[in-house]
């Protein structure tokens, strides 16, 4: 039985995070564990940062964006010598299990501790919705909620001088929240990895749209696809359509999390609790046909995402 446990927050913040490290800390109490929060991620854990929690401590934290224990990506932490100091602070503390909430970077880092003897069970939080075992991540939700209010902001700008607009999301390479964001904005274009795309024929699109009436644009790009501000200036050139860029950024990170990243977060949190109790570590939590479940992370990490080809020609079929 472990009867110590730590929690960190690792990565990219998202929202949602604040939600899980509740569940964690309030589960862990609640089964008469004591539990630490570690602060900026691995980096506290190396720095021997972390203080111990208690009920009060995460009390009105569920509807805060961010994360209260702070993130960090470290990268002494990749080395051996940072796992086997992580692993003595650890030691030092009589801390058994960890739950470690990030992305795949994130665990990796928890498989390495996992194999110094310390138990540790990876949460799936980031904006991206990236890691393959789980069909959901923690703050997915959110950060299209926000993308797309802010989409339909530009939509409103962009409709009044009848030009183009397009907006680069985040994702990390991934075309997940471009694709929804894409649909839910109404966007002519969704430029994602997985679909081959040709400037050209968007191009062809637009003017054959603007002779049928079409009076503005929208095209959604994911972040290292293709770069907004060099999207825009080709497709007005080729067009003489007036285009616009905009990044959104970090922007989409922050923000009070929806029902779905609390709830989820929460599930996600009280059942990470549940394995570190019964002395399970190296594992990873997930949600697959909406229930909660686990996976060994090196299993988890040599998993593929898959892309859902039939959304996106949906989109693109219906887009006028
Ligand atoms: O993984 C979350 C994410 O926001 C990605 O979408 C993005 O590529 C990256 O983090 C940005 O990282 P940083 O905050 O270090 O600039």
Redesign the pocket.
């Known amino acids: 039985m472990i009867k110590k446990i730590g929690v960190l927050t690792s990565?990219?913040d998202?929202p949602g995070m604040n939600a899980a490290v509740r569940a964690v800390v309030r589960a862990a109490i609640k089964k008469g564990m004591t539990v630490y929060g570690v602060k900026r991620g691995y980096c506290g854990l190396i720095e021997d940062n972390m203080e111990e929690m208690n009920e009060l401590s995460v009390a009105g934290i569920i509807k805060q964006g961010g994360t209260m224990l702070y993130t960090a990506?470290s990268a002494e932490f990749r080395t051996e010598e940072g796992v086997l100091h992580a692993k003595e602070i650890c030691e030092a503390h009589g801390l058994e299990g960890l739950v470690v909430i990030g992305?795949d970077g994130s665990f990796r880092g928890a498989a390495d501790l996992s194999a110094h003897g310390i138990a540790c069970v990876g949460l799936p939080g980031?904006?991206?919705n990236d890691i393959a075992c789980t069909e959901y991540t923690i703050g997915y939700d959110t950060a299209m909620n926000t993308a797309m209010e802010l989409m339909d902001k530009l939509a409103d700008t962009s409709h009044s001088h009848c030009r183009c607009s397009v907006v680069e999301v985040?994702?990390?390479?991934a075309g997940y929240i471009a694709l929804n964001t894409g649909i839910a904005s109404g966007a002519l274009e969704i430029i994602t990895k997985e679909i081959p795309y040709d400037l050209d024929k968007i191009a062809k699109k637009m003017l054959e749209y603007k002779a049928r009436g079409k009076k503005n644009f929208v095209i959604v790009v994911a972040?290292?696809v293709g770069h907004a501000d060099e999207i825009a200036k080709l497709l007005q050139e080729k067009t003489s359509i007036e285009a616009r860029s905009t990044i959104l950024g970090?922007v989409?990170?922050g923000g009070c999390p929806t029902v779905r990243d609390r709830v989820v977060a929460t599930e996600m949190g009280y059942y990470a609790v549940e394995l570190l109790e019964q002395g399970i570590g190296n594992r990873v939590v997930g949600m697959q046909n909406g229930k909660i479940v686990d996976f060994d992370i090196q299993e988890a990490l040599s998993m593929e995402k898959s892309y859902d080809e039939r959304l996106h020609r949906i989109a693109e079929n219906i887009a006028f």
């Open positions: 990565g990219g998202a990506r992305g980031t904006i991206d985040m994702g990390h390479g972040e290292s970090h989409q990170r």
